[in-house]
């Protein structure tokens, strides 16, 4: 099976967390991400802030690009690349939390794929949530999740993310839901925000992981 493509950027330090981000994509194609597909694009930077503020700090950060732009349920093709991705994290750094980062479709996928073993905590940029998204993993699992949506977003529904929230909270997940006014779905109003908010997320797994 052709595996997605992975950009490494490794940490400076002995590896206790490793980033997985996720990018965005479309509810049905069959087309390859390329590397100048912006849903792929729109995360470099993000990637990028993580890896500058964890890799003294031991976070590695791998960047995914999907084979498939597509959701394409019942396939779910980026839920398995993302299983893959985590699964070849454990391999590599056995121990190491394992943090997910998504936008958009990459959201969703995060929180879909969050049970799998080593996962310590999911932040979603955005997420596209479906009424009747599945939560029982993430009771079960005990993960911690982190969901930031801007109130002007028109692709994805800033209400859901907020609604999921609470679903989650109160069923008992560690979970928080931050609503950024004005910002819109591509994450180009308040870039600053998001990244900040991603980045601080990420870093408080890291300090935690270390300090265990």
């Not at 109003?189 to 797994?205: H, N, P, Y």
């Amino acid at each position: 099976m052709r595996t997605p493509d992975l950009t490494i950027m490794d940490a400076d330090a002995e590896v206790e967390t490793v980033v997985v981000v996720l990018h965005g994509g479309k509810v049905r194609s069959r087309e390859p991400v390329l590397r100048r597909n912006l849903s792929y694009r729109r995360m470099i930077p993000i990637a990028r802030s993580l890896h500058r503020a964890g890799r003294d700090h031991g976070a590695a950060v791998w960047l995914v690009r999907f084979r498939e732009r597509g959701w394409n349920e019942p396939e779910l093709p980026a839920v398995a690349d993302a299983r893959w991705a985590i699964a070849e994290a454990r391999r590599n750094h056995p121990g190491a939390a394992i943090v997910l980062v998504g936008h958009s479709m990459g959201g969703r996928t995060a929180l879909r794929v969050a049970d799998e073993s080593g996962v310590r905590a999911v932040c979603a940029l955005a997420p596209w949530i479906e009424p009747g998204e599945p939560v029982g993993h993430l009771v079960r699992s005990g993960r911690e999740v982190l969901v930031v949506h801007g109130t002007a977003d028109r692709w994805t529904s800033p209400a859901q993310s907020a609604s999921y929230v609470e679903r989650l909270r109160s069923l008992g997940v560690r979970a928080v839901h931050v609503a950024l006014p004005g910002a819109g779905h591509f994450m180009l109003r308040r870039i600053a925000d998001w990244t900040a908010a991603a980045r601080t997320f990420v870093m408080k797994i890291t300090e935690e992981k270390r300090d265990a």
